[in-house]
């Protein structure tokens, strides 16, 4: 059993930075394949970044590629998302996810592969 607690999320102006953390409790945190995903009001929940157990391998929606940065420190038990360049078509609620997947070479980046979900927090970005 995984508990996730996203935090960071704020208002920014268009072109700013924000960087999202995601506590994880629980033990085998390193077993843990993780990712982020937003949704929008009226949209559905969408694909942003995903990290394998190891941290070796990451992926990308193509609409953040080069201004985002996924990464995981496991001794803290945390995963980040730096996100940088942010446009107004960023501003969602943000929400870390985890699936047990130890020695998993790949990511995954669909909603329906992850187990445990954080309640999320929100990214508002300003014009």
């Known amino acids: 059993q995984v508990q996730l607690v996203e935090s960071g999320g704020g208002l920014v102006q268009a072109g700013g930075s924000l960087r999202l953390s995601c506590a994880a409790s629980g033990r085998a945190f390193g077993t843990y394949a993780m990712g982020w995903f937003r949704q929008a009001p009226g949209k559905e929940r969408e694909f942003v970044a995903a990290i394998n157990f190891s941290g070796v391998r990451t992926a990308y929606a193509d609409s953040v590629k080069g201004r985002f940065t996924i990464s995981r420190d496991t001794p803290k038990n945390t995963v980040y998302l730096q996100m940088n360049s942010l446009t107004p078509e960023d501003t969602a609620l943000y929400y870390c996810?985890?699936?047990?997947?130890?020695?998993?070479?790949?990511?995954?980046?669909?909603?329906?592969?992850?187990?445990?979900w954080g309640q999320g927090t929100q990214v508002t970005v300003s014009s």
């Open positions: 996810a985890a699936v047990f997947a130890p020695l998993e070479a790949g990511t995954r980046s669909s909603p329906h592969e992850y187990d445990y």
